[in-house]
């Protein structure tokens, strides 16, 4: 892409993200433009789907020469979760992913590599667990994890 198609594309997305956010409830500040940016890079009506860490987005935002602590960043994804902006998974103990796709969906969680993996609601093996919790629980999301570990080697 021309570099200047290229910038336009950029401003045209930053546009939108400041318009979701302000449509959300959330006053566009750099910060939360600068991580929601970096989350949305081809603004909010083009997600890639993607599943961060708060390190890796402080990392980003580091590498992208802004300063933010890490509190702040994650302060910023917790409140885009819950604006909806994001949605948050949790993975194993003391590790949460921010989902840049909002609609309830499954996963497989690899444990080993700290991994998400979204898994297409059409599955039958999710989706048979899925309509079995929807009978007990009617009306809810229902969203099926699962959990992917190598053995721990116990010393014998
Ligand atoms: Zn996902």
């Known amino acids: 892409m021309e570099e200047t198609a290229k910038l336009a594309a950029a401003q045209?997305?930053?546009a939108a993200l400041k318009e979701l956010l302000k449509k959300r409830g959330l006053?566009?500040?750099?910060h939360r433009m600068t991580v929601a940016l970096l989350?949305?890079?081809?603004?909010?009506?083009?997600?890639?789907?993607?599943?961060?860490?708060?390190?890796?987005?402080?990392?980003?935002?580091?590498?992208?020469g802004t300063q933010m602590?890490?509190?702040?960043?994650?302060?910023?994804l917790n409140q885009f979760?819950?604006?909806g902006i994001l949605r948050k998974v949790s993975g194993g103990a003391n590790c949460s992913f921010y989902d840049?796709?909002?609609e309830p969906h499954h996963h497989i969680y690899h444990e080993t590599e700290n991994?998400?993996?979204?898994?297409?609601?059409?599955?039958?093996?999710?989706?048979?667990?899925?309509?079995?919790?929807?009978?007990l629980a009617p009306?809810?999301?229902?969203e099926v994890m699962v959990r992917v570990s190598r053995p721990t080697k116990i010393a014998s």
Do not use: M, W
Not at 139 to 142: A, E, L, T, Y
């Open 81 to 83: 979760s819950q604006y």
């Open 12 to 14: 045209t997305a930053a």
């Open 139 to 142: 009306n809810s999301n229902v």
């Open 100 to 102: 840049t796709v909002t």
């Open 39 to 64: 989350l949305f890079p081809n603004g909010p009506q083009n997600v890639i789907p993607r599943h961060c860490t708060a390190e890796e987005i402080h990392h980003a935002v580091q590498n992208s």
């Open 27 to 30: 006053r566009p500040t750099r």
């Open 69 to 76: 602590s890490l509190a702040t960043v994650y302060n910023t």
């Open 115 to 135: 991994r998400l993996e979204d898994v297409s609601p059409h599955t039958p093996e999710f989706q048979s667990i899925a309509d079995t919790q929807r009978k």
